[in-house]
C-alpha cells in the first residue's frame, strides 16, 4: 500500500509530467487562461491518460508482446490514445453540453497531448505491472490536473496585476511557468 | 508485415465499434441550425473571432451574441450567407470614424531627387526631376503608396486629406463602447438605425 502511494506522490509531485518531465506544455499554456476551463481540461485528461495508460498496457501485453510486434507500439498507442479521447469527446458532450462548449476545440486536441503518449511510453519502458501503470497514469494525470489549476489561478491574478508592458501578457505567464518549474524541484527532496 | 495489418485493422474495427455503441447510447441532439451554421463558417478554427472554434462562434452567432460579421476569413460574402441563413439584418458599417482619402506627399527636407518614385506611381501624380526636389499633385494621386516603398529616404509618406468645406461630413451617431472585451452584445446598437430611432 504504502509503495503504492509513493509511486502516486512521485509521479504527481517529483517527477511531475509537465513542470519537471515538460510534457504536455500545450494545454499548459494553452487552457490556463481561466480556473473553470482549466479544470474541466485537467478532468477530461486526467480520465484520458488513466484509461489510456491502461488501454496500452492491455494491448502491449496481450497483443503486441505475445505476438512479436513491439515496434507497432507507437502506432497502435496513438491510435487508443484517439479512441479513448474520441470515447471522453462524447461523454463529454452528452453529460455537459457547457463543458463542452467551453473547451471546445482543445478537448480533440488531447490527442496530441504528448504526456498521454509519453506516459503510455515509458510504462512499457518501465514494464510496469498493471496496477502500477495504473497508477503511474493516475499519478501523472494529478500533478497535471494540479499544475493546471494552480497556473490557471496565477494567470487569473496576474491579468489583473499591474504588468509592465514589456511584460504583459504571454512574456510574464512564460516567466512565472519557469518560475513555478523551480518551485517544484524541490518536491524532489520529498523522502518516499 | 501481414500481422501487423491485421493487429492494426483489429484495434482500429474494435475501437470504431465500441466508440459508434457509444454514441448510439449517449443521447446528443445536435441543434440542426449550429450544424446548418458551422457548415457555412470556414471550419479552420483559426479562433480569430475570439471564440475556440467555428463550433462555438456558431453558438453565439445564433445566441445573437456576436456579430455577423465576426469571421475574418470568411469576408462579406460568408456575412451575408449567415444573413441569410439567420434572417438578421445584415449591417456592415462597424468603421465608427471618418477615414478621409490619402494622398502621398513629399517631405521637402528628405527628397534627394532620386526619380524612383516617379517610376513606380502609376498614375503620373509625381513630377520632378533628377537631382530636383519632387512634388505629387493631387488630382492625379490615387493614394496607392506605390512611391512610399519605393523611396530610400522615406522622403514620402502618405497624409489624409486635410478637412474643408467640400469633404466635411457630420459624424455618425455615436455606438456602445467598441473597445469592450469580447466584443459581444453590439448588434442592438448596431442594428439600431437613425432612422428606427427617431
Redo the contacts between chains.
Sequence with gaps: MHEYLALLLGTALVNNVVLVQFLGLCPFMGVSSKIDSALGMGLATTFVLTLASAASWLIEHYILLPLDVGFLRILSFILIIAGVVQFTELCIRSLSPTLYQNLGIFLPLITTNCAVLGVALLNSQQSNSFIRSLLYGFGAALGFLLVLVIFAGLRERLALANTSKLFAGSPIAFITAGLLSMAFLGFSGLPL | MI??IL??T???TL?GL??ST??HL???AEDPLIARITELLPGT?C?QCG???C??AA?ALIESKAPLTLCPPGGPSMARQLAQALDRPLDQSASTTTRLPSFARVVPELCIGCTKCIQECPTDAIVGAPKQLHVVLNQACNGCGACVDACPTEGILLAEMAFNLSNWRWSKPPLPNPFRIPLVALDDGLNTTPESSL
Design positions: 500481422t501487423s493487429i492494426l483489429l484495434i482500429g475501437l465500441m466508440l457509444v454514441n449517449l443521447p446528443y478554427q479562433g471564440y475556440a472554434g463550433g462555438q453558438a
